[in-house]
């Protein structure tokens, strides 16, 4: 049996003042799960929400037992504070 050809793959984070990127080396067959573990590992300090954040990959969401391929990024999302539409709304409807 060959061993899996290793991926590179970039971890995306933007918070409200900062992007993180950390990149990381994975075996050909891990899960965006895994990717997320080794990202962890090699920036502890980082304020990300590992376990909780939704995940994807360039802008579509996946879950996370997902396979990246090599030189994927993957993104983890921030809750929105409020729905695009509603905030369209909001704008709309106030005076200028």
Do not use: H, T
């Amino acid at each position: 049996m060959s061993k899996p050809i290793p991926k590179r793959c970039l971890i995306a984070y933007a918070a409200p003042n900062r992007q993180y990127l950390i990149p990381v080396e994975l075996p050909g067959d891990a899960c965006i799960d895994d990717a997320l573990v080794a990202a962890r590992l090699a920036a502890p300090q980082a304020p990300v929400p590992w376990d909780s954040a939704s995940v994807g990959i360039f802008g579509e969401l996946r879950g996370r037992a997902a396979v990246p391929q090599d030189g994927d990024r993957i993104e983890l999302y921030r809750p929105l504070r409020q729905e695009p539409r509603e905030r369209r709304r909001d704008r709309a409807g106030r005076p200028m």
